[in-house]
């Protein structure tokens, strides 16, 4: 397909799943709507997203740049397709006829087709029926185009037209990501590392409707910045589908240490991921978030067997989301790959996990004994869970780059900064616009979100 400037005045959006949701559809649609603008408010052009009979329209009202606006639009979940279309004013069917045959004719310069004309003639004063108008326009286009042939059970190009209070014609259909728009399903709190698993976890519970923030273990001076930087990096990519997420880098390295030193160290790998999982539920429920989500596979290593994930568990009083949980590691690179993430996963950067890991790891745990163990940490560690979540430092991360909102406690005077930022207008929680019922929100997740029909 030609990148042309204004070839295409508008797209027609295709969405699969959220047609389905019965009454609660308008508050997918308007879920849907509210990504598409977030989506395209970052492409150069001026462009207005609305609504129209179970369809969504994407008109656009200066050049655009096709690739860019297509690729913003696939990283909508909830799209399933891309259809880009030309737009004709309503006449009479002679006049219209050239039209669909000219743009025919500058979409396919290769002939050699099947094809079949679809007409939907929503606006029912038009003197001719759909049935007529398909017979006219499929002999029309014959008559221009001899090679093509019709083929009404698998043409290879079907021409699309409806005829609304404007005809649209579209014959492409570029592939959508599927799955339910961000924010739809409310929001989660993402356990994010420097592997493979973790992000390629949050795409895909992002794509179940999920918006997510994050949450970072680390442990200086263990682990460098430049670990830091990849999780972030990280998160930049993933943020390309989600919008914006906001990561807690806590500092994990006391209680790593209290661990090591109080804990059994074949225990130590569960005891630190139940301290983990403690705190980012602590953090989670301060955020509003419903559920976190690991990137753990049944296992995969010690840690991830099946009495391991009941010890991690028994922490939790929120849903925890695995879905990766039946994937292999050969999937997962795939999904990683496909994400675009795969290539900073592998950096060889460590991780807190990597540096205080047992030689033998236990791997049936038995969580009486985890649990008498932990006791060990007695003493200190309600202090140090305390003293780690003021360690809290805020990131945006955008597919952008990343800025702090909230700086760590300052280690000269040991004071905690108060300058935390208010999250921009239009970036409320979803949980926060849900609806009456409860049943779904709309995640506002741009300081740029537009106002109202328009971006
Ligand atoms: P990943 O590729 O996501 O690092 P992994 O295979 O290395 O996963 P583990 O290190 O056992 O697995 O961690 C399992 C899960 O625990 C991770 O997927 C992640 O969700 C969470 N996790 C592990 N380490 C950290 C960390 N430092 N900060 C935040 N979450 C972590
Ligand atoms: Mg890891």
Same mark, same amino acid.
């Not at 879920?31 to 008109?59: D, P, T, Y």
């Not at 003197?127 to 002999?139: F, I, K, R, T, V």
């Not at 592997?195 to 794509?207: H, N």
């Not at 952008?400 to 700086?407: D, E, L, Q, Y």
């Given at each position: 397909?030609?990148?042309?400037?204004?070839?295409?005045?508008?797209?027609? /959006?295709?969405? %699969?799943?959220?047609? !389905?949701?019965?009454?609660?559809?308008?508050?997918?649609?308007? %879920?849907?709507?509210?990504?598409?603008?977030?989506?395209?408010k970052k492409c150069a052009g001026s462009f207005a997203v609305h609504r129209s009979s179970g369809r969504?329209?994407?008109?656009?009202?200066?050049?655009?740049?096709?690739?860019?606006?297509? @690729?913003?639009?696939?990283?909508?979940?909830? /799209?399933?397709?891309?259809?880009?279309?030309?737009? #004709?004013?309503?006449?009479?069917?002679?006049?219209?006829?050239?039209?669909?045959?000219?743009?025919?004719?500058?979409?396919?310069?290769?002939?050699?087709?099947?094809?079949?004309?679809?007409?939907?003639?929503?606006?029912?004063?038009?003197?001719?029926?759909?049935?007529?108008?398909?017979?006219?326009?499929? $002999?029309d286009l014959l008559e221009a185009y001899p090679d093509l042939s019709v083929d009404v059970h698998e043409? *290879?190009?079907?021409v699309n037209v409806e005829i609304r209070e404007k005809v649209y014609v579209y014959t492409h259909i570029?592939?959508?990501?599927?799955?339910?728009?961000?924010?739809?399903?409310?929001?989660?709190?993402?356990?994010?590392? $420097?592997?493979?698993?973790?992000? !390629?976890?949050?795409?895909?519970?992002?794509?179940?409707?999920?918006?997510?923030?994050?949450?970072?273990?680390?442990?200086?001076?263990?682990?460098?910045?430049?670990?830091?930087?990849?999780?972030?990096?990280?998160?930049?990519?993933?943020?390309?589908?989600?919008?914006?997420?906001?990561?807690?880098?806590?500092?994990?390295?006391?209680?790593?240490?209290?661990?090591?030193?109080?804990?059994?160290?074949?225990?130590?790998?569960?005891?630190?991921?139940?301290?983990?999982?403690? +705190?980012?539920?602590? +953090?989670?429920?301060?955020?509003?978030?419903?559920?976190?989500?690991?990137?753990?596979?049944?296992?995969?290593?010690?840690?991830?067997?099946?009495?391991?994930?009941?010890?991690?568990?028994?922490?939790?009083?929120?849903?925890?989301?695995?879905?990766?949980? $039946?994937?292999?590691?050969?999937? +997962?690179?795939?999904?990683?790959?496909? #994400?675009?993430?795969?290539?900073?996963?592998?950096?060889?950067?460590?991780?807190?996990?990597? #540096?205080?890991?047992?030689?033998?790891?236990?791997?049936?745990? !038995?969580?009486?004994?985890?649990?008498?163990?932990?006791?060990?940490?007695?003493?200190? /560690?309600?202090?140090?869970?305390?003293?780690?979540?003021?360690?809290?430092? +805020? #990131? !945006?991360?955008? *597919?952008?780059?990343?800025?702090?909102?909230?700086?760590?406690? @300052?280690?000269?005077?040991?004071?905690?900064?108060?300058?935390?930022?208010?999250?921009?207008? $239009?970036?409320?929680?979803?949980?926060?616009?849900?609806?009456?019922?409860?049943?779904?929100?709309?995640?506002?997740?741009?300081?740029?979100?537009?106002?109202? @029909?328009?971006?």
């Amino acid at each position: 397909m030609e990148n042309g400037i204004m070839k295409y005045q508008s797209f027609l /959006i295709k969405y %699969a799943e959220i047609g !389905v949701k019965g009454k609660n559809r308008y508050l997918f649609e308007d %879920a849907l709507v509210q990504q598409m603008r977030i989506a395209l408010k970052k492409c150069a052009g001026s462009f207005a997203v609305h609504r129209s009979s179970g369809r969504i329209f994407v008109e656009c009202h200066e050049d655009y740049d096709f690739d860019e606006v297509t @690729d913003a639009l696939q990283h909508v979940f909830g /799209i399933v397709g891309i259809c880009p279309m030309k737009e #004709i004013e309503v006449q009479p069917y002679e006049s219209l006829s050239k039209e669909i045959v000219a743009f025919f004719g500058g979409e396919y310069p290769d002939r050699h087709h099947t094809f079949k004309v679809h007409m939907r003639r929503l606006d029912k004063t038009y003197p001719m029926n759909s049935q007529q108008l398909n017979e006219e326009l499929g $002999g029309d286009l014959l008559e221009a185009y001899p090679d093509l042939s019709v083929d009404v059970h698998e043409p *290879e190009i079907l021409v699309n037209v409806e005829i609304r209070e404007k005809v649209y014609v579209y014959t492409h259909i570029l592939p959508g990501p599927g799955g339910l728009p961000v924010g739809s399903a409310g929001k989660a709190m993402l356990l994010l590392s $420097g592997g493979i698993d973790s992000p !390629v976890s949050g795409y895909m519970m992002a794509k179940r409707g999920l918006k997510l923030d994050a949450t970072y273990f680390n442990a200086p001076p263990y682990t460098s910045e430049r670990a830091l930087q990849k999780v972030i990096d990280l998160a930049s990519i993933v943020a390309k589908w989600t919008g914006p997420i906001w990561l807690h880098n806590i500092n994990f390295t006391e209680i790593q240490l209290y661990i090591y030193d109080k804990c059994p160290h074949d225990e130590l790998t569960i005891i630190m991921r139940r301290y983990m999982m403690r +705190i980012a539920e602590l +953090i989670a429920r301060r955020t509003e978030c419903g559920a976190l989500i690991t990137g753990e596979s049944l296992g995969q290593v010690a840690s991830q067997t099946m009495r391991s994930l009941e010890c991690t568990n028994a922490v939790c009083t929120l849903p925890v989301f695995r879905p990766l949980i $039946g994937f292999d590691k050969e999937e +997962i690179i795939n999904i990683s790959k496909k #994400i675009g993430a795969f290539e900073t996963s592998i950096l060889p950067y460590e991780d807190c996990c990597t #540096i205080f890991v047992a030689k033998h790891p236990v791997t049936k745990p !038995v969580l009486d004994v985890i649990e008498r163990h932990e006791h060990h940490l007695d003493d200190k /560690i309600d202090e140090m869970v305390k003293r780690a979540l003021e360690t809290d430092e +805020i #990131i !945006v991360v955008d *597919e952008k780059g990343s800025r702090i909102v909230k700086h760590r406690e @300052d280690p000269l005077t040991g004071e905690l900064a108060k300058n935390i930022e208010q999250r921009p207008a $239009g970036e409320t929680d979803p949980v926060k616009t849900e609806s009456a019922d409860g049943n779904a929100s709309v995640s506002a997740d741009s300081p740029k979100t537009a106002p109202a @029909d328009e971006k």
